[in-house]
């Protein structure tokens, strides 16, 4: 199998009417081509575009839309208002990690007795922990709230019901045929749901969740003698999370996301603050959540003990912040050393394997850290481009981490292909599973049936997607602005990207072994360029080329330039592009 390094160039949509481009940008005031990136995303009015581009925290829908949010909000009240004990559950990844801090801080700003748990990768697994149960029932908690996690812990629930625990889940999982039984189970996954955004992080949920028990503390006269806290200073948690956890940044998610993007670049948490510092973060996009600030409080769950990231977030011991950003700045350098090793492991067996008629690829070792796994099958996917799956071997015992492509659900793959997992669960892109090394051989069988019965041989071919073919000269630092206004970028709402055709290069040069750096002329324009990662593709930067890129404002010693950020280049000969 050799690596998918062809991409298709393919517009987003199908090409907007210019009528209907011209229409869009008289009414919203912007330049045409930043209405067809509207339009390209699915923005198809006025209306539509004032909310997008406005993203009012005034407009989010009310939190009783999501399937029992009355029941788990008036049990939550209840415990408040009677001092019990509460235990919130989270999850060891950055969204179970922020929904759980959220959690734990608003509602001892409430004046809640509150403690949490969460759980050792490596020890306990995924999911709600009978272990931690059992103990919050020893330290007297009455009831136990789960974020990011429980909608397939069938067990558990039982459990919690033997122990005398009342269970709240919230969870943004895909639901299974058969839900566990508990007080009120919140996910906008669930056929009564009536939320309008299916699709938010597991911290979004716990968002609504304290937003819905405010308005009824209101209700009860809650606030009377005491304070009442302003939710708004946990949006840079649920931005945090929610970009970390890769849900489409539209809707209700891009609303919470850009205000929670302002909270973290103004550093308001002292544990935010010093992730920045050894993150070496000066500016806050969401790319840099993604890539700087997310995978060092992933690493703690990785390698060690997730409650460390929560331990810094909830900033409790100001002494210890530091300390503790350095610590998961270590533990993300060795994450990235274990992920290296094992991802030159990964290929090396799917080159042994030399099978370039599969559409799937599944792997298993006793080699493997079970902690970075899912890491190296999203770099198996782009490398491939094909679903991956991905299974850490000990003592007969496997514990796997699944990726996918576009158009491929994971989570159905899996149900079909169920029958020889111990336990499955996770979204349409990415998943984890549980297995016995003695059933492998049947699932990578049922799972490559599955894939083979899905996927074309055309749908193994990565798509580059851009919002339409454009001259250079189109581009102005006023509209490059205009267009920044689309943020935050990521899953859902990709930044803005174009294709240029028969430009000639000018002053190319490697940077750094890895990156290219050149010019580029079209009809007397000339237009810098920066490609990351792509140092192979020297020796194709003579003639003329085409060009698919993200443009951007470069500034360089108090002067701001167009400079084009590129993702692909062709030969303007090659009538693939």
Same mark, same amino acid.
Request: net charge neutral.
């Given at each position: 199998m050799q690596p998918a390094?062809?991409?298709k160039w393919k517009l987003r949509k199908k090409q907007p009417a210019a009528a209907l481009v011209d229409q869009l940008a008289r009414d919203l005031d912007v330049q045409k081509l930043t209405a067809q990136a509207l339009l390209l995303r699915g923005v198809m009015t006025a209306e539509q575009g004032g909310e997008f581009l406005r993203a009012k925290l005034s407009t989010l829908p009310d939190p009783d839309l999501l399937p029992d949010m009355a029941i788990a909000c008036t049990r939550l009240g209840q415990a408040l208002e009677q001092g019990e004990k509460i235990a919130i559950h989270g999850d060891y990844d950055v969204d179970g990690i922020t929904g759980c801090t959220l959690l734990v801080e608003t509602l001892r700003a409430l004046g809640g007795n509150v403690e949490y748990h969460i759980p050792l990768r490596l020890k306990d697994g995924y999911g709600l922990s009978a272990d931690a149960l059992c103990q919050a029932?020893?330290?007297?908690?009455?009831?136990?709230?789960?974020?990011?996690?429980?909608?397939?812990a069938l067990a558990e629930a039982e459990l919690a019901a033997e122990l005398g625990l009342e269970l709240i889940i919230t969870d943004h999982h895909q639901p299974?045929?058969?839900?566990?039984?508990?007080?009120?189970?919140? #996910?906008?996954? @669930?056929?009564?749901?009536?939320?309008?955004?299916?699709?938010?992080?597991?911290?979004?949920?716990?968002?609504?969740?304290?937003?819905?028990?405010?308005?009824?503390?209101?209700?009860?006269?809650?606030?009377?003698?005491?304070?009442?806290?302003?939710?708004?200073?946990?949006?840079?948690?649920?931005?945090?999370?929610?970009?970390?956890?890769?849900?489409?940044?539209?809707?209700?998610?891009?609303?919470?996301?850009?205000?929670?993007?302002?909270?973290?670049?103004?550093?308001?948490?002292?544990?935010?603050?010093?992730?920045?510092? +050894?993150?070496?973060?000066?500016?806050?996009?969401?790319? +840099?959540?993604?890539?700087?600030?997310?995978?060092?409080? #992933?690493?703690?769950?990785?390698?060690?003990?997730?409650?460390?990231?929560?331990?810094?977030? @909830?900033?409790?011991?100001?002494?210890?912040?530091?300390?503790?950003?350095?610590?998961?700045?270590g533990f993300n350098r060795q994450r990235q050393k274990i992920e290296q090793k094992t991802l030159a492991e990964a290929i090396a067996l799917v080159e042994e394997q030399n099978r370039p008629e599969r559409y799937s690829i599944v792997l298993a070792s006793e080699n493997w850290h079970s902690g970075v796994i899912g890491i190296v099958a999203s770099r198996l996917v782009?490398?491939?481009?094909?679903?991956?799956?991905?299974?850490?071997? &000990?003592?007969?015992?496997?514990?796997?981490?699944?990726?996918?492509?576009?158009?491929?659900?994971?989570?159905?793959?899996?149900? &079909?292909?169920?029958?020889?997992?111990?336990?499955f669960g996770g979204h349409a892109m990415a998943a984890g599973l549980s297995i016995t090394e003695e059933n492998l051989e049947s699932f990578m069988i049922a799972f490559e049936q599955v894939a083979a019965s899905r996927l074309t041989t055309d749908d193994l071919v990565p798509v580059a997607y851009?919002?339409?073919?454009?001259?250079?000269?189109?581009?102005?630092?006023?509209?490059l602005r205009e267009l920044e206004t689309l943020n935050p970028y990521g899953a859902g709402n990709p930044q803005p990207a174009f294709v240029s055709r028969n430009c000639r290069v000018y002053s190319p040069r490697i940077l750094g072994e890895k990156h290219l750096k050149f010019d580029v002329d079209q009809d007397g324009c000339r237009v810098g360029c920066i490609a990351f990662g792509q140092a192979e593709q020297f020796d194709q930067l003579n003639g003329e080329i085409d060009l698919l890129y993200r443009p951007g404002i470069?500034?360089?010693?108090?002067?701001?330039?167009?400079?084009?950020?590129?993702?692909?280049?062709?030969?303007?000969?090659?009538e693939s592009a």
């Open positions: 390094k062809l991409r029932k020893e330290d007297g908690c009455a009831l136990i709230v789960s974020v990011d996690c429980g909608v397939s299974p045929d058969e839900l566990p039984i508990c007080l009120a189970l919140v #996910n906008p996954h @669930l056929p009564k749901n009536k939320f309008p955004w299916k699709e938010l992080s597991g911290v979004g949920v716990a968002f609504f969740l304290l937003i819905g028990l405010r308005r009824q503390l209101r209700e009860n006269n809650y606030f009377v003698d005491r304070e009442e806290p302003d939710l708004r200073q946990g949006l840079d948690l649920v931005a945090l999370g929610t970009i970390a956890d890769i849900v489409p940044l539209g809707g209700v998610n891009r609303i919470l996301v850009r205000s929670g993007l302002q909270l973290l670049e103004s550093g308001v948490r002292p544990g935010i603050t010093a992730l920045k510092r +050894v993150a070496d973060v000066k500016k806050v996009s969401s790319g +840099v959540v993604g890539f700087r600030l997310a995978p060092r409080l #992933n690493a703690a769950g990785r390698l060690e003990d997730a409650a460390l990231g929560v331990k810094l977030l @909830l900033g409790e011991e100001l002494q210890d912040i530091d300390p503790l950003a350095e610590l998961l700045d782009e490398r491939y481009h094909r679903p991956t799956v991905l299974i850490a071997l &000990e003592g007969g015992q496997g514990k796997g981490s699944a990726r996918s492509i576009s158009g491929f659900n994971l989570y159905q793959a899996l149900k &079909e292909s169920a029958a020889p997992l111990a336990g851009h919002d339409g073919e454009v001259s250079l000269s189109s581009f102005s630092l006023p509209l470069n500034q360089w010693r108090g002067q701001e330039s167009v400079q084009l950020q590129v993702v692909d280049i062709r030969t303007s000969d090659n």
